[in-house]
């Protein structure tokens, strides 16, 4: 059995900082591809942050410079660390663990966990 579990959503002020966990089961996180979505009341799923298996990383400009990818292999979990949150950060955050070996394809996903961004 695999299961991503997300923590860390609560609310917090503009400005402020928050940092998001993805506790991973059944797998070992090392060997994928990690990911967090992000989904807004009425928006499509938006992905934020990637880090590959072979760590490295990449994000979309709405998020670059505020958003951090992380992985604790030792505690088999990755990390969300955002910072100068924004109002239009508010959503469901969701982590993906993705794995292919000889097109044999793996996609994992957590259950998500809700930040909300506001005065």
């Known amino acids: 059995q695999v299961q991503l579990v997300e923590s860390g959503g609560v609310l917090v002020q503009p400005g402020g900082s928050l940092r998001l966990s993805c506790a991973a089961s059944g797998i070992i996180f090392s060997i994928h591809d990690a990911n967090w979505f992000r989904q807004a009341p009425g928006k499509e799923r938006e992905l934020v942050a990637v880090?590959?298996?072979?760590?490295?990383?990449n994000y979309p400009d709405s998020v670059k410079g505020r958003f951090t990818i992380s992985r604790d292999n030792a505690k088999n979990t990755v990390y969300l660390q955002m910072n100068s949150l924004k109002p239009e950060d508010t959503a469901v955050y969701y982590c993906?663990?993705?794995?292919?070996?000889?097109?044999?394809?793996?996609?994992?996903w957590g259950q998500g966990t809700q930040v909300t961004v506001s005065s």
């Open positions: 880090s590959t298996s072979g760590f490295s990383t």
């Open positions: 993906n663990a993705k794995r292919t070996l000889w097109n044999n394809k793996r996609d994992y």
